[in-house]
């Protein structure tokens, strides 16, 4: 489904030493898995004999029932297609290799030995096992089976996942095997893991597990021994996680008495792309491996994971304080290198009362609040035209007032009149002409006051208004430096709702955040709004949606418009989902001569659209297969 694929972390409680009873504890996993539609679940280390057999394991009695039992895990899983990886302990060639055996469909598809033995303090595994770091294209024969062997094997679908395996340890080392897999094309790493609990352990193994699925850019799922295990010495809690990319999606409750497993649906396809798009990928070193293609595996037929309607907004409402903060350092810093380099004291906005400029203002305003600079040197410039109502322009005189920055008033009417007379256009005719020709005549008033003035003209607009090309080519589309160009409608919003913690202006903040978004470029109706932005272009938390998961991996319109389904449920049917995004993609396309000579401005999040750093496209790129494919 769209390259999500659901997989599980498994917990079995282990009596040690009994892999009979272990592996029905394993077997019931398995069923819960594929009832779940899991396509690859992932137990703990040592599986079915236990973690802490100790000096049990060079025992014959304990290996052959060990092997019986995997045999009646074989012959009862036949049916089932979803991929298991179980801890093994194989002997071969007289040694022990501690391993991951890789089952589906009643079949051993091979067997990944452990790397890295730990031999310090409550660990002595070299005491039993041998590394199997060095076995690399071979065979071994397990119950009358030759099966690969080697810790170069991986495992695909041929569609959009690839699996990597290694164990506990391997993790903790210096060069975990998990990254070389990853760098052949493993985006699905799995650790069998037998782990114990000290004080605040638990958290430096999410940590771990967390920053090597960011590491690898693929998911991570981890697996380790649970309460079961012996408590002679040392307590497991079976702690369980599945992490993509950086991000913890499912954790456990450790210490169960119970079997119990956990499970998320993950993004492979999305992990692939992102490899294509935001990293050194492609220059990693890469070993030779064996591939081995998996059979089908069962299929998720409704997506269980909660899509976020506003990616480029912090999801965690703690986070807001940290998050804004940073926005705002990044832009004030970023304007302040500018001004310092050119040796301009002043900066010069054209305030509208609406979104961005206000941001924009906000900002310049934290620039010379860090510098100490007089606030008096910000020129913020109203600039009412037809369709500017008394809402929007009191707010932005009162915005200025409040931050003691120098306001100044020029009404644009009587020389949109002139330049209309000039290139003949009838005022009765509200057309875009009527709309462009005030834009460009409130940029050239900025452009000639910044020149007048000793200035630098900020730009106002912002990364939404870029991708769609909503701005008016050499008017509003034009700057010194383009401060909001990174941050998109969306996340413009709740910066600026950051700024309501100074009382002074909270309220005038309250009052923009919720005046209609406008450029108030057509006639306002007795002193109302007539040109709201999002009836004309659509819904901007649509098109920031639809922008993120185009850029950032490579989304198709097809998958797109299906996670937007899940994202605004109840809010906007599949009808205008496909409405408004046929309209993002022909309005990006069409629109990317004026990305193609923006001016500089600071990134702020992971997706920027400037020409000279993220995103260089042809202006005549045609939209046509976009369009095809989203139909």
């Known amino acids: 489904m769209y390259g999500y694929y659901r997989v599980a972390a498994a917990v079995n409680h282990t009596t040690v030493a009994n892999p009979s009873k272990n592996a029905t504890e394993v077997l019931s996993l398995i069923r819960q898995a594929e009832k779940k539609e899991v396509c690859v679940v992932v137990f703990p280390e040592l599986t079915l004999t236990g973690y802490t057999t100790h000096d049990l394991f060079a025992n014959q009695t304990l290996l052959e029932a060990q092997d019986s039992a995997l045999q009646g895990l074989l012959e009862q899983t036949q049916d089932i297609s979803t991929i298991a990886v179980i801890g ?22 091979g067997l990944i030995p452990k790397s890295y033995l730990p031999n310090t303090k409550e660990f002595y595994e070299k005491r039993h096992f041998v590394t199997g770091r060095d076995i690399v294209r071979s065979t071994t024969t397990i119950l009358d089976h030759e099966v690969p062997f080697g810790v170069d094997l991986l495992f695909t679908d041929k569609a959009d996942m690839t699996l990597g395996v290694e164990l506990c340890e391997d993790l903790w080392a210096v060069t975990p095997p998990s990254n070389h897999m990853a760098s052949n094309g493993a985006n699905l790493l799995l650790n069998l893991s037998a782990s114990n609990e000290l004080i605040g352990k638990h958290a430096y193994r999410e940590e771990l597990v967390r920053t090597q699925s960011a590491r690898c850019m693929a998911a991570y799922i981890y697996s380790s021994a649970g309460v079961g295990e012996s408590s002679t010495d040392t307590v497991f809690g079976g702690h369980a996680l599945i992490a993509e990319y950086g991000s913890t999606v499912a954790e456990n409750e450790r210490f169960s008495q119970q079997s119990h497993l956990i499970t998320a649906d993950i993004d492979l396809e999305k992990l692939r ?14 070993k030779k491996t064996r591939t081995i293609t ?42 302040i290198k500018r001004m310092r380099h050119a040796k301009i004291p002043k900066a010069l906005i054209g305030i509208s009362g609406g979104l961005d400029s206000t941001l924009a203002l906000l900002s310049t305003h ?35 007032e409040a931050l003691g920055v120098t306001l100044k008033t020029v009404d644009i009417t009587e020389l949109a009149l002139k330049e209309f007379e000039a290139i003949e256009h009838d005022p009765e005719e509200l057309s875009v002409v009527y709309e462009n020709v005030q834009a460009r005549v409130r940029t050239s008033i900025l452009m000639n006051m910044a020149n007048k003035e000793g200035g630098l003209v900020i730009g106002t607009g912002d990364l939404s208004e870029i991708a769609l090309g909503w701005s008016t080519y050499n008017g509003d589309h034009m700057s010194m430096y383009a401060l909001n160009s990174g941050i998109p409608k969306t996340l413009i919003k709740y910066v ?3 700024y309501k913690s100074n009382e002074s202006i909270a309220d005038i903040i309250d009052d923009i955040l919720t005046t209609p978004i406008s450029p108030e470029l057509l006639p306002a109706n007795d002193d109302t709004i007539t040109q709201e932005t999002e009836a004309i272009v659509g819904p901007y938390e649509l098109h920031d949606f639809f922008l993120y998961h185009f850029i950032k991996y490579g989304a198709k319109p097809t998958k797109i418009r299906f996670l937007a389904g899940l994202a605004f449920e109840g809010k906007y049917n599949e009808d205008t989902i496909t409405k408004w995004l046929k309209v993002f993609l022909r309005r990006f396309f069409t629109q990317q001569f004026k990305r193609s000579c923006m001016p500089d401005g ?17 202006s005549d790129a045609d939209v046509e297969a976009w369009l095809e494919e989203l139909e």
């Open 273 to 286: 792309f992102l490899r294509l798009a935001e990293s050194s990928y492609s220059d990693g070193r890469r």
């Open 496 to 498: 600026i709702e950051y």
């Open 88 to 109: 093994y302990a194989l002997l071969e060639a007289d040694r022990l290799y501690n391993c991951a055996v890789v089952i589906q469909n009643g079949q051993m598809l």
């Open 602 to 618: 600071p990134k702020v999040g992971t997706i920027s659209l400037s020409p000279r750093a993220d995103w260089r496209m042809a």
């Open 366 to 400: 934290k620039a010379y609040e860090i510098m100490g600079w007089d606030a008096r040197e910000i020129i913020a410039v109203t600039m009412p035209g037809f369709g500017t109502t008394s809402r929007t322009k009191s707010n932005a005189i009162k915005l200025c």
């Open 294 to 335: 998996v059979g089908k595996l069962p299929e998720i037929s409704t997506l269980e994971r909660t899509i976020n309607p506003a990616p480029f907004v912090p999801s965690i409402h703690a986070d807001k304080t940290a998050r804004c903060d940073e926005i705002v350092q990044i832009q004030a810093h970023g304007l």
